[in-house]
């Protein structure tokens, strides 16, 4: 489990972060998502225990990352965005120095089989690492985040730089992986946040812009009162239909869709679900509804609101 309590980064006189504060709960996949200098990569840092906070506090698994750094860390696994690798070793080799480095006190050759296994690179184990392509160096970089076993994995940009069938398979790793620890996924690939975690943290100047679901964040910055609606029928027709339904707040034509089907705008009061209520009575007089959907966002959507100055702050 991460916890980030009330975290503050000062560097002179600017503030990298202003408080923020967040958790990922243990075999939680928690995307982590920020513009460029929202500080994203100070918070990283400050997990890791590669810098110290200004003040607030950043705790793995019940230790403090300041108080008590070693045990922390022990807890860490991470793979930053260019992996920690010596291209002049073998895989093997390379293993097998960070499970000495790390001072692990798992079955050696046990551990490292079943890493190898894990992440897929068990046929390139002999192979020096300068000669592998970038999908197996980034599944090398994972395995020594692997090695010792921690229940904290930080991974910056884990796909950067893979060919499509790549990413595919480090999101279905990462997925597994989720399982098993608390994850927290770095990307700027929104889908693949969408797809791969459970949660989402977003930081927008130095401060928390959202914490929750995607699924809470688009419904919350959308509205569930929004509906688009065709409906095939004369217009004055359905017009006169929607306005006996009680909770329409207000509603607007759009465009006609095709020859007799009107594409209408509608709004119900206080997040009324009248989805149901527009269809029966629709089939009751005769006007089919060809498509029905809510404004939902999409993540993009979701990253550009937040980022952009329309701020939704809290979590679920």
Do not use: W
Request: hydrophobic share 35%.
């Amino acid at each position: 489990m991460i916890e980030v309590k009330n975290l503050f980064k000062n560097y002179g006189s600017h503030t990298a972060l202003k408080g923020i504060s967040f958790c990922a709960e243990d075999g939680e996949v928690l995307g982590f998502l920020g513009p460029n200098g929202a500080g994203k990569s100070t918070t990283m840092n400050i997990l890791t225990g590669c810098i110290s906070p200004s003040g607030g506090e950043a705790v793995i698994n019940g230790e403090n990352i300041l108080e008590n750094p070693m045990a922390a860390k022990k807890n860490i696994g991470y793979l930053p965005e260019i992996p920690p690798l010596y291209l002049d070793m073998t895989v093997d080799e390379y293993l097998n120095f960070v499970y000495g480095l790390k001072k692990c006190k798992l079955p050696k050759k046990s551990h490292l089989e079943e890493i190898r296994d894990l992440t897929g690179i068990d046929d390139v184990r002999n192979r020096i690492i300068r000669n592998l392509s970038k999908g197996y160096r980034q599944r090398v970089g994972l395995a020594q985040a692997l090695v010792g076993n921690p229940k904290t994995l930080i991974l910056d940009e884990p796909t950067v730089g893979l060919d499509p069938k790549q990413i595919i398979e480090m999101r279905s790793l990462i997925k597994r992986l989720g399982k098993n620890h608390t994850v927290i996924l770095s990307s700027h690939i929104l889908p693949e946040v969408q797809a791969v975690c459970d949660k989402i943290v977003v930081i927008n100047n130095g401060e928390l812009a959202a914490f929750d679901t995607a699924e809470n964040l688009s419904r919350k910055l959308s509205g569930d009162n929004k509906l688009t609606v065709h409906i095939e029928g004369e217009r004055n027709k359905v017009e006169k239909i929607l306005k006996t339904i009680s909770a329409l707040d207000r509603y607007h034509v759009s465009r006609t869709v095709e020859e007799n089907v009107t594409e209408f705008e509608i709004e119900s009061r206080d997040n009324t679900d009248i989805r149901r209520e527009i269809f029966n009575k629709m089939a009751e007089n005769g006007c089919p509804i060809l498509l029905m959907k809510g404004s939902e966002l999409t993540l993009e959507e979701i990253f550009l609101k937040l980022t952009t100055g329309d701020f939704y702050g809290g979590e679920e």
